[in-house]
């Protein structure tokens, strides 16, 4: 879209950065598909909206024609070698600044290899739950579990850009200490290497801490309904909040964004759903990739075709001029998550 | 859409008829979009699907050209004056015929205010709860109460044009007299001034004492779904219902509307949701505005531009011809509230 | 759509085959437009979606003008008599192959007499609750009950072409023997002739009979998601599953096929919802008619002129190219039903 500054990509995870035979990359589109293992006999995980949209957006930025058909696609892919075809990919999707979750598996690139390949910005989004995870591998009794998890909190938000968090419910409340305690050694009892925090009162009080230190916290929330009390409760607080929802909730956290001066909501790379539903300025666009190099491609190009489409329609209709088309994409696109993350004019 | 006659708007509140300085003018603007108090720095509601829509519509009415800026459009309407830009706006909106829920706040216009302003026909609907917490104010005992309401609700039968109900509950019997007494005895002691009345067992009393009146009767219902056995069991009864229910349960509201001959649905501004799933004769127009006269005229347009779009759509592919489209818009847009609400050929 | 060979109707009820007088085509229409009884006052079942588009596609059929008034329609259908008006009708679907829900009342065509009516193939699925029902008119104990089901269910998998169950809900494990027994008991006592077999216990164990024979089983379920556990414990058993669920849940209908290898979802005549959620693969189509023959060609006409218009704005935004369009097309419209019903090169 003319006139669109590079996008900033709020919410993604790294890269692969190794080779991929035909069956891995298969199996990283099946994950981008919702699927997984291999796709029933007679079938190929290219015939989805995902796999039309690679095949439409990626072989031109390996030097194809659009359309050409995928194994000739993933030939050309080898013969120009994984890590050069990820850096042409990620540096032609048009996303300049990439927030990325980190904790991220070693396979993935770092934000500080995804700046280099994609010749980008790239900060550091910190989950909260594996952080108290990696706290806990190291912490001997409930009282240094406890205290040992505040310090790498602090610690993290000195260059952490903001938290995420994957509550999937929240009250008005902060829970007390003798609650947090006593999940805490619970679970510290229970847990075994590799297990995953998901004892609620830890993963609220997780959610309440990183609120604390003031930098925006990311709501990975399947229904962000069973967060209003929290959205509600933390308003004036001083940090900014900003909802990634599961479908078919993209509405109701659109809705929530618009109803709380504090609260933002992900539009992903389909903004249709909730543009009719919040002001503009309260929506940030997301890939949402993983993986594979191509899905930053493809999420970057839907989110701006869509967005072309409705500003079309609009202006078509005579309900807004094309400039304030092009401002509304431009919120959207990056001047919104340039505010909320305090980004400033890096990316322009 | 030439040969589409004066709307009725069956659902909407007074306007405001005092002057609006620009930050009341914002905070009504903030409701409108479905938020509290002002928007976050950097931001303005203007930048939204119902902002666009008022700059687009709003400003020729005022004699100024589409889209200009925000700031232009309010020093406009203070130069030509509150009262004045409230009848052009009104009587620019297309909007033929009012129903406004009565028991609106003073500051809001009442029906006759609302016919002058706007040179347009206004009837009351008489909304059942606030009508109870009227009678609550000046009813020494339970018996007293009771009997008082009833008569209220009566008295109001004889020149209201529909009651409408905030059940967002009932099931398919009227609630006994002994609980009726049981809960009038719990809220009347437990209540104090401005209390709202929120008494499941009341509310449901009330709705099916409005039922009995054969009057119809606007449902306003978060999840229609919660009425299903209400719907059923008022089968046949005399009364017609209007569902108006809150996103995303439109399309079921059609459904139960599809479903009963006496249950109908309301399409609010944006009758894409639930066209497809009603028949057209069970549908109806309402702006759902308050406050801004300016939200009635957006409210009017959206749902004309939706209806011509639809209707291109399906001529374009030949489903139907130009004039099956007018006439089933002007089911919606009149034909049908005339024959629920028995409005005779006032409006034609 | 050229190049589409005949639709594969993967779900319908026969057609009626008797005459039809005015008001039982109205009752029938009724039924498809999700209404009981005959239309308000003033309002007619012909102005619906489905009504607009019987008035586009039927008349043609019987050598009339598309649009024509629905009173010459019908007259001009009686003219020709209702067996040759349906026979016209069903020919001129598009449809190449039914799937008839067996078991259905006597006033609707069986398979062989669908398959002489359209000149097309038609095959039996077979629903496992009226099987049972009929097991349980002639069984004298819980015994000769459970084991005569058994025989029953065996017998109809020689001939059948697939299973449908009515289970909403359905976990991971199969109900053990003790409990089918006792709900077995439960539901022989208490039944009367006519019941319908909804005893929780009976319909899980009956789905996972069905499941056990390695026919497809086609699951009508309003909400999917209920049946998520059995989606997973099915998971290389070797049944293909196909879920038919009710709005809204086709998306999340076609989430689940997505993300299980074994696992379909039906599309119905309205594509747009599912098809974005899913690998192309995973879908089919049906018309999910029942009784007037206009709705199978309805049915069709919706399907095809859903995919054209999808395939037209993904051409026209560079998204897939023609030819694609029509594979994706085919294997929504018949390729994949071919393969998992395995209905051979039949309706090539």
Redesign the interface.
Known sequence: MDGVPPLIDQYSHGAVHGELGLGSFESHLAGA????????A????F???T???I??WCPPLLGLE??CPPARYLARRREVGAYQAGRLLLRGSGIGTFLLEAGTPSELTSATEMATAAEARAHEVVRLEPLAEQVADTSGSVDSFIGNTAEALYAAAQHATAFASGAGYCDGHAPEAGEVRRAADRWLRARRPGDRLTEPALVRHLLWSGVATGLPVQLHCPDPQRLAAFLRATTGIGSDLVLLPA??HH??AA?LA?????VYADTGPHPEET????????LLFSSGARGLPELYVTGARFFL?AME?LVRE?TG?????PE?GRR?TG?IASG?AR?VYRLGAETA
């Open positions: 598909v919702g699927a997984h293992g291999p796709a029933p007679g079938t190929s995980y015939d989805s909206f796999g039309l949209a095949r439409r659009p359309h479908a078919p509405r109701r809705q618009a109803a709380h001066a504090h543009l009719p539903h919040a002001p503009f300025g309260k075709r489409r609009w209709e005579g309900v807004c001029g304030d509304i919120m919104t505010r």
